[in-house]
């Protein structure tokens, strides 16, 4: 009796989806799908550079092959006019299915403009040098598309999607050198993990699915039940659905935590940086870590709007009263920060240490999706979007002065470090300064940056944010240890050798450059912080 | 907690129906059945020809790239088999939907046969 009750429950059930006729599709799907085009300008633009690049490839000479980061710094300069040009729209395009507004904009000139970079240490790597790079700038143009479309997805599918796109891109960039052990483990570990985060990943989203019957993330909050369903009795079925949404909230997480290297998804970490070609550890650091954020600030913004937004009498909002995700945010953020800060005490060589400060680092920047949502001086997506903006001049300082050294020393233990105070005075003073941005020392960018989030978390106030702040405060203390560790080998201890350590004029612009931005995020963050706050989602 | 539950009951029961009667042939086959040992009773297969070896062997790694070669024009076809079914309503839209489609697989193709993905040695 029971299970022809289900039966009937199953058949009866509201379905969504009417299916729809061909003429349909032609009168309103295909203009639509035809409109979106011209706004999807930019990522068409970096996939024909991509594909050029690889059928180029097939012509050069081996000798000229190298030459194709030019090409590569093209394909990501070309685009930045598009976006500029619809910077300020707001549009659903493709059906609900990915988004145009200054939100995405301004993360996809956030990856364009930060592969650069990449692009111009992979020039001067020596590690890539004497092979056919059109593979590999193919490859890093393919990931720099993937992450631009994570910036822009507003539907389950398009999450998932665009994650994988950079997800295997990463893969194969870690393994790039298969013949090395170090690197094929790495990538064996990131296939590992990253499959298992995604599986989870799909079955929150089925979940999700499954209680709002949507996969738009502008309906994430509308869950609904019925109420005659047998499984919900009156007692406990808004206990039960809250209870599921809370694990559909954690396994939704945990592929996002894999992109940013949070707990519980940050075991690849270390091994991972320290197996891939550092120019490739870079690119994961920075704009693989910037992209998880992208995703994550547009699924909880997207979560945060949608539960404000439901009417009065939804079943849903007791529910979503009931459901406390800063809380679980907050929690992680600190363990996140803790683990990465003790962990990274330890360490001898300089990937690694920059892995476990890299977890840490992921922590601090949950502090501000923490705080979406809340009635703020700072938002958190400004918070965020600026620290990750000064992290990336950071980040990309020290893995620059981590590359150049390793070009002449083919080491980045730290015990090689020993004396490059004198073998190599600018790496040195450069390497110092980041170093001190990194732990948030004034005036550097990771002083500005750590302070509008601690603004931010102090703003909202109640105990589990002071306690938040008060965490974080420590292990910014104690993250100094580990970091200074790295300036008192360079400056304090003699090395073996004296002799001096050469590098080539690119590599300098490349750390040139990022200590301009370390510096001009520490003078001129307000004209930074302007354009952080409006980055306004598309609803 | 336990009225939730309770329309699972039907499962359990059938879990346990499934379970008892598995293991209760099994056991009853192994207590009633008569035993033969002989060398052909013992082999893999009563009857047909003789394994040879172990059927987990290595095999050649160049087979990988025939497979990958072969999962880009699969998904060509399962591209292909249904704008064909709705081809004529899709009209113009569709072609070139297809085309941009077969042209970028083409480059594919392209790419790994100018690279030598089509050679065996």
Redesign the interface.
Known sequence: M??LN?LQALLTLPVAVTAPG?EQ??DTF?PAI?DSLKYFGPETQVAVAA?AI??LD?VLPIQFSKHLAWAAILGCLAPLSGIGHYYEDSKSLFLGMLVIDPFANFFKAFFLLGSIPVIMLSFVSRKLEGRRMGEYYFILLSSVFGAMLMASSTHFLTLFLSLEILSVCSYILVGYFRTERKGAEAALKYIIYGSIAAAIMGYGFSLWYGMTGSGEISSLARVFWSPEH??Y?ER?QQA?AALTVTFAFLFVFVGFAYKIAAIPMHFWAPDVYEGAPTVVTAFLSVISKAAGFAILLRFLGGLSSSVSGLAPGDMAVKLWAGVDWRLILIVISILTMTLGNLAALWQTNLKRLMAYSSIAHAGYLLMGLSILGTATRYTGTQTIAFYLVAYLSMNFGAFAVAILVENRLNSSELEDYKGLGRRAPFLAGALTVFIFSLIGVPPTAGFMGKFHLFMGIIDVGGWPYYLLAIAAAMNTALSAYYYLKIARVMYFEKGSSLELIQSSALGRVVVVGMLFLTFYLCFCADSILKTTLNLGMHV | MECTLRPYLPIAVYGALVLGTGFSLTLASSIFGPRVRRLEKESTYECGSLPLGSSRERFSVKFYLVAILFVLFDIETVFLVPWAVVYRSMGLFGLLEMLAFMGILLLGFVYAWKRGGFDWE
């Open positions: 029971h299970l289900h061909v599709f032609r295909y035809i594909i690889l059928l097939l047998e499984i009795t406990n039960l």
